[in-house]
């Protein structure tokens, strides 16, 4: 089960899904309560073994082995069924959360993730406003004020900002190709939309794009108005616009057209030519 809160928090607002991790957590608990279970034939078999090595050691064989044997062959028979069937039930309603999270349900939590990263960067403004201007631990300690508190605070709330990126991240694999995922990521556009070359500072496109946050970059990014949470693995992939230049507009004729052949030149006249005149007698 995945442990992000922020990915959590993000499904919570799915009863479908709500109600199915409920249920497999009720199921996984109850089989692990029931612990190693021994099967039919091997409970049966150990009634027999351990009449028998008694018998060796000066016992008497037990009366009614059978019954003992059968009796024990069916308190396993009941708890092996139990086992099984929530073994069953595990494995159907984890496949059953898997179709849920690719299902209509994903775009109401990426929606409600949204939000969430709008709250978060809210929050971000007070202290980034109290850091005045500070872009390092040192320039906030020269700051002093409430700048080094705020660059404190600050730090330690680039791990929502990780847990909220990493939510949207494994919500929108499932949508969708995770390598081409990761190329749009690195794109910058899994972060913002409208971002194209040149548009925001180095530094930012790379904390963007590297997903390696750090306190500049949660500044900066609390002051712009395109940050998101794309809703569907379609309207990320839209952010993708490539460029095809300025068409051609000019008309290029392929008719097939004819050559004309020149017809070959005279041959050159050499004396040959002339008829002879005979003389007659």
Known sequence: MNNNPEFRAAWSVVPDVVHAET?????????????NVQSPDAARRKVFDDATAALRDGADFPDHIG??????????????????GLQVGITSIRGHLEYLRISDGA???????????K???AEVKKPAADLKGARSAEEAIAAGGNAPDAWR??????????NIRAAQFE???????????????????FEAAGITPGSVP?????????????????VYISDLPNVWVPTSFEELEAEDIVDAGTPDDSVVDYSPHV???????????????????????
């Open 107 to 117: 775009e109401t939590a990426l929606e409600a993730l949204g939000k969430r990263l």
């Open 259 to 281: 050559t004309q052949i020149s017809p070959p030149p005279a041959p050159a006249l050499t004396g040959a030519e002339h008829t002879p005149v005979i003389a007659l007698r």
């Open 153 to 162: 605070l600050l730090t330690s709330m680039l791990g929502t900002l990780r």
């Open 67 to 84: 019954k003992r044997g059968a009796d024990a062959y069916r308190d396993a028979l009941e708890a092996s069924s139990e086992a099984m």
């Open 202 to 218: 180095d530094d930012v496109l790379h904390a963007m794009t590297s997903g390696q946050y750090t306190v500049p970059y949660l």
């Open 23 to 35: 249920q497999l957590r009720k199921l996984e608990e109850r089989l692990k309560t029931l612990g």
């Open 171 to 189: 919500i929108l694999k499932g949508l969708g190709d995770g390598h081409r995922l990761q190329t749009l990521r690195l794109k910058g556009h």
């Open 119 to 121: 709250e978060f960067l």
